[in-house]
């Protein structure tokens, strides 16, 4: 099981509808629920959220990591990490 620290759940509450169309989660408590769920992933850098992709099988072909990390389900953390939230 993954351990989400408070950046992540912060960061994945104030942006979840960037994902979803309304919220899914109203509390710090309920925000890492779903991301157990999920198993929402947090990278330590785009490299990282590169080789995500490429083991899941995702079709990335031609993506920069630009591309990658402004993807609707990787939420950018102020720390520099990545959170992907596969939903």
Request: proline fraction near 3%.
């Amino acid at each position: 099981m993954n351990e989400y620290d408070k950046i992540v759940i912060d960061t994945f509450l104030k942006n979840q509808l960037q994902l979803f169309p309304e919220k899914v989660a109203e509390t710090p408590e309920e925000a890492e629920e779903f991301l157990e769920i999920c198993m929402a992933v947090v990278c330590r850098n785009k490299k990282e959220v590169r080789s995500y992709f490429e083991e899941t099988g995702a079709d990335i072909c031609g993506m920069t990591a630009d591309e990658l990390a402004a993807s609707e389900e990787v939420f950018a953390l102020p720390d520099g990490r990545y959170l992907i939230v596969d939903a």
